[in-house]
C-alpha cells in the first residue's frame, strides 16, 4: 500500500518545484509510473484474502480493482485538462495538478481503509478538493449553486453515518473491517435500530446517488471541468457502493425486511433516468443521468446481498468507470472545438473526426452493455440475481436495458450523424494526447474481457 502512497505524496513537492515548461509531463510521468506500480494489488499471494501493509491500510479482493481504478485515472486527468488549464497562471495549474493529485491520495486511504472510521473521514475529504475543482474551474456562473447542491446533498446524507459508527463502536467495541464480520450479529428489533439500519446506508445511496436523492449529480457533471467530471463518475460514485458492500456485512438480519423499498427504488430510478436520458438536449447531462441509472443497478445488486449480486456489482462499477470517464473525455473534446454541448448544435462531427467517431461508437456500445465486455457481465448477473429474487423484477430491468440502448443509440446518432451544421467551420484537428487518452480508458475494458477474475476473484 504505502508503496503507492508514499510516491503520490511526493508528487506534491514535484508539483511545485519542477519547472513551468516540463509541468504538465513530469505530473503525467510520475502518475503514470504510480499507476503501474498499483497493477500489483491485483496479484494475490494471501490466502486470507487481506494483504496488509500496517494495522490501518490493507488491501483485499474487493477494494484491489477499485483501489487500481483511482491510481489509473490521475495521469488520464491530467491528460484531459492539459489544453484548457495550460493557459492559465503557472501557479493555478500546479494549485490545479495538486488537488488532483490530492484527490487520489485521499481515495488510496479511503479504499485502503481497514477502520470504518478512517474510511468515513477520508470519504468526507474527499469531498474538499472536488468541491474546490467544481467551483473555481467550472465552466459557468451555475458552478457555485452546483458545489453547494454537492456539498449539502452528500454531507445531509454522511452526518447519520457518524452517529450510527459511532453507536456501532459503543455495542461492538471495534470498527475493524478485520474484526466486525467476527462479531455477534445485533439483535435489531426496534424502530431505533431500523433508524439505525437506515443511517449506515443513506450516505452511501446518496452518493451512488440513488433515484431521489440524485439531483447533485447532473448539476455538479455539468458545471465541472473536464477532470472533475471524469473523478467523479470513474470513482467517487463508487465510494458509495464500496461503503455500502462493507456495511452490509453487519447490517444481516434487518436488510432482508428492509431492503424492499430501496432495491424499488433503485430500479425505478433505472427506468426514469433512462426515459430523462432520451429527452436531453445537453450533452454532459445525458451522461451524467446514464450515470445514475447505471447506479440503481448496482445499489440493487448490493442490496440483495448474494455472491452474484456483490459480484455483479463490483463488475458493473469497474467497468462503467472507465465507460462513463471516456464518454466525458469525448463530449470535452468536442465541447473544446465546438464551444456548445447542446447536441443539436455539435452534431454531424463524424465526416470531419472520423477516427473520433470510432472512439464514440465503441463508448457508447461499451455503454449499452454490448457482449462480451465487462459491462454485460455485471448487468446480466445482477438482472440474474435481481430474477431469482423476485421474477417480477424482469420487467423493469429488461426495460431499463432497453432503454439503456435508445439512449446511447440516441446520443452516438445526434452526437456524430447527421448533416454537419453550417457554423462549424475551422476545428482544430484531433491530438494524439486525445486519442492516446480515450485508448488509455477503453484498452482496459476490451482487456478486462479476457481476465474478468482481476474484479469477480473476490467472491470465489
Known amino acids: 500500500m504505502l508503496k503507492v502512497l508514499v510516491p503520490t505524496i511526493m508528487m506534491f513537492p514535484m508539483i511545485w518545484l519542477a519547472s513551468p515548461k516540463w509541468l504538465w509531463t513530469t505530473a503525467g510521468t510520475q502518475s503514470l509510473l504510480i499507476a503501474f506500480m498499483s497493477l500489483m494489488w491485483l496479484k494475490w499471494t494471501s490466502e486470507a484474502g487481506w494483504t496488509s501493509s500496517n494495522a490501518y491500510l490493507a488491501t483485499d479482493p474487493l477494494s484491489a480493482p477499485l483501489l487500481v481504478l483511482s491510481c489509473w485515472l490521475l495521469p488520464l486527468m491530467i491528460l484531459a485538462s492539459q489544453n484548457h488549464i495550460s493557459p492559465e497562471p503557472i501557479n493555478r495549474q500546479r494549485s490545479y495538478i495538486m488537488l488532483l493529485t490530492s484527490l487520489q491520495a485521499f481515495l488510496i486511504m479511503a479504499f485502503g481503509a481497514t477502520e470504518i472510521i478512517l474510511f468515513y473521514i477520508m470519504f468526507e475529504t474527499t469531498l474538499i478538493p472536488t468541491l474546490i475543482i467544481i467551483t473555481r474551474w467550472g465552466n459557468q456562473a451555475e458552478r457555485l449553486n452546483a458545489g453547494t447542491y454537492f456539498l449539502f446533498y452528500t454531507l445531509a446524507g454522511s452526518l447519520p453515518l457518524l452517529v450510527a459508527l459511532l453507536l456501532l463502536q459503543q455495542s461492538t467495541g471495534t470498527l475493524s473491517m478485520f474484526m466486525l464480520q467476527y462479531s455477534q450479529p445485533m439483535q435489531l428489533d426496534s424502530w431505533g435500530h431500523m433508524v439505525w439500519w437506515a443511517g449506515c446506508l443513506i450516505a452511501f445511496l446518496v452518493k451512488m446517488p440513488l433515484y431521489g436523492v ?33 456495511m452490509m456485512v453487519i447490517l444481516d438480519p434487518l436488510s432482508k425486511e428492509l431492503a424492499y423499498p430501496f432495491i424499488i427504488l433503485a ?54 468507470g472507465l465507460v462513463s470517464s471516456a464518454l466525458f473525455c469525448l463530449a470535452n473534446t468536442a465541447y473544446e472545438r465546438t464551444h456548445s454541448r447542446t447536441m443539436i448544435l455539435a452534431r454531424g462531427l463524424q465526416v470531419i473526426f472520423p477516427l473520433a467517431a470510432v472512439w464514440w461508437f465503441v463508448a457508447n456500445l461499451a455503454n449499452l452493455a454490448l457482449p462480451p465486455l465487462p459491462n454485460l457481465m455485471g ?34 446518432l445526434m452526437s456524430q450523424r447527421g448533416p454537419t451544421p453550417n457554423h462549424i467551420v475551422g476545428l482544430q ?32
Not at 465541472?224 to 457502493?241: C, E, I, Q, T
Not at 448487468?379 to 432497453?402: D, K, N, Q, R, V
Not at 476490451?446 to 470465489?460: D, Q, T
Open 214 to 246: 440524485h439531483l447533485w449529480l447532473p448539476k455538479a457533471h455539468v458545471e465541472a471541468p473536464v477532470a472533475g467530471s471524469m473523478v467523479l463518475a470513474a470513482v467517487l460514485l463508487k465510494l458509495g457502493g464500496y461503503g455500502m458492500m462493507r
Open 267 to 320: 430500479l425505478w430510478g433505472v427506468i426514469m433516468t433512462g426515459s430523462i436520458c432520451l429527452r436531453q438536449t445537453d450533452l454532459k447531462s445525458l451522461i451524467a443521468y446514464s450515470s445514475v441509472g447505471h447506479m440503481g443497478l448496482v445499489a440493487g445488486g448490493i442490496l440483495i446481498q448474494t455472491p452474484w449480486g456483490f459480484s455483479g456489482a463490483i463488475i458493473l462499477m469497474i467497468a462503467h
Open 379 to 412: 448487468e446480466i448477473m445482477i438482472i440474474t440475481t435481481l430474477f431469482g429474487w423476485s421474477p417480477w423484477t424482469i420487467l423493469l430491468t429488461g426495460l431499463g436495458t432497453l432503454i439503456t440502448a435508445s439512449y446511447s443509440l440516441y446520443m452516438f
Open 429 to 460: 484537428p484531433f491530438h494524439t494526447r486525445e486519442h492516446l487518452l480515450v485508448t488509455l480508458h477503453l484498452a482496459p475494458i476490451i482487456l478486462l474481457v479476457a481476465k474478468p477474475e482481476l474484479m469477480w476473484g473476490w467472491c470465489y
